[in-house]
Structure formats: structure tokens, C-alpha cells
């Protein structure tokens, strides 16, 4: 190999005082996904164990939680209801048929930032509950994390569109098929479903996506300073004055005290 083709490191251009190399920022970016990554784990691991709690008080009270804490539509005592309703189910074979894409899709939800997710599962739970409060038929109990295992899909395929990364959008959509049978039920007309909660965790979904989409700023304009020494003339032709102009004497005098 040609030596002159090589650099030793002490020919190499330091980087700026205070700025780590950009090997540093990429191990410091590496560094902080896998913390990330492990505290989304551990939160949906403390999410799926505390439903599964609730379960068991909920199966020995007779399932009394789900009448007392589920949502009843249009009913005003039952409106706060949307934020317990995701917590509780109605049998084993619900609770069992939700905490495998609940963990999944939260876990790809949480992994890229913890405080971002919990705002977006504020968000779909809130647009999830308000629609079936809304537009579910009377007299319709509802209960079960349906609407946010939607809100979480739609927020992980919104959010891989809009930053373009494909890997997160992908992962959505191969994971989707892979529990195609909790797609079917946005299906309108799902027996014992309530695919209007389905629909409205999505909605919600979508709009988190969206809401917490990593803003890239724009790249700072290169600004040169004005020359501050009196003699180094004006700083832009727009300084530059005739004789007569009417502020001559004071563009003069700012030009003798350097500004």
C-alpha cells in the first residue's frame, strides 16, 4: 500500500475542544439505545405483570372491577374510566390472547425513548376510550389493552415512516401479520369485539407518531463577524454611504469608534 495513502493518528485532524470525535458520539448514541432498550423491557415486563395482577384480583372479586372501573357508554360516571379500562379483561382467554402483542409492540414502542412512550400511551388511551365512550352502542361494557396494542402499532409504523427508518416501520408491519389474528378484529362487525376501541387506539396511534417525531433542526448559516478594527473598512456594502447622505457624519463617526 501506498504510505502516502495513510494517515497516522497524530496527522489527523483533532477534533474541536469540547466536541468528542464522531466515533465518541456514535458509542455515546450506541450507549444510550441500549439503556433505553433496557428500560423499555423491564416497563413492559412491570406492565404485563401488573394487568396479570389485576386479573387474578379481578377473577376472585367475580370480575366486579370490570362493572365498577370499565368503560359504559355515554355514561358520565364511567367517563374517567378510559384510563382503567386498558388494565382490566374480561377472562384468562382475553388477558392471555393480549400480553403477547401488548409486550411486543409496547417494547418496540418504549425502546427508542421511555418519556415519549408514556405520553403516547396517555394519547391512545384517551382517543381509544373516548371512542368507545362515544360511539360504542348502550349499555356495552368495555374493558382490555386491545386499543393499545392498535395505539402502539400505529405509533411504531407512523413514527418509522416519518423519520424514515425502515427497520421500525418493517418490524410493525412483519409483527402485524404475525398476530393477524388481532388485526381481524378492527374488522366492523367483530363478534364480542369492540373494534371502534381498535380503531380509536390507532387514531391515536398515529397522531403520537406524529406528535413526538424526532425534530431535526436546520444546519446553522455560517456567519462572519463584521471586522471590529477601525481601519478594516465597512462591514457589508450596505454601510457604505455618499458624501451628502443625510447620515454621512454618523456612519462616519461609528466607522472611527470601530462599530
Given amino acids: 500500500m501506498d504510505n502516502e495513502s495513510m494517515t497516522s493518528p497524530s496527522s489527523g485532524t483533532a477534533p474541536a475542544p469540547g466536541k468528542p470525535a464522531p466515533s465518541g458520539r456514535r458509542r455515546r448514541a450506541a450507549e444510550i439505545d441500549v439503556d433505553e432498550a433496557r428500560k423499555a423491557f423491564f416497563l413492559m415486563v412491570g406492565f404485563i405483570a401488573l394487568i396479570w395482577i389485576l386479573q387474578i384480583a379481578n377473577w376472585a372479586d367475580h370480575y366486579d372491577l370490570d362493572a365498577s372501573f370499565g368503560i359504559l357508554p355515554r355514561s358520565l360516571g364511567h367517563l374517567g374510566d378510559i384510563f382503567t379500562a386498558p388494565f382490566l379483561h374480561f377472562s384468562w382467554n382475553h388477558i392471555e390472547g393480549n400480553s403477547g402483542p401488548l409486550f411486543v409492540f409496547g417494547l418496540l414502542a418504549a ?11 396517555l394519547i391512545i388511551a384517551l382517543t381509544s376510550g373516548l371512542a368507545v365512550w362515544l360511539f360504542q352502542g348502550s349499555g356495552e361494557l368495555t374493558v382490555g389493552a386491545s386499543g393499545l396494542i392498535f395505539g402502539y402499532f400505529g405509533y ?54 406524529w406528535i413526538f417525531r424526532t425534530r431535526r433542526s436546520a444546519p446553522a448559516r455560517n456567519r462572519a463577524r463584521p471586522p471590529a478594527g477601525p481601519g478594516s473598512g465597512p462591514a457589508t456594502k450596505d454601510l457604505q454611504v455618499t458624501q451628502g447622505h443625510p447620515r454621512a457624519d454618523l456612519h462616519k463617526e461609528l466607522g472611527d469608534l470601530g462599530l
Fill in 111 to 121: 425502546y427508542r425513548g421511555v418519556v415519549k412512550f408514556l405520553g403516547a400511551t
Fill in 156 to 209: 411504531v409504523l407512523t413514527r418509522g415512516i416519518l423519520e424514515r427508518n425502515l427497520i421500525d416501520a418493517l418490524a410493525a408491519v412483519v409483527i402485524g401479520l404475525s398476530y393477524a389474528y388481532i388485526l381481524t378484529a378492527a374488522i366492523p362487525g367483530a363478534h364480542g369485539v369492540s373494534w371502534i376501541g381498535h380503531l380509536g387506539g390507532f387514531i391515536g396511534g398515529i397522531a403520537s407518531g
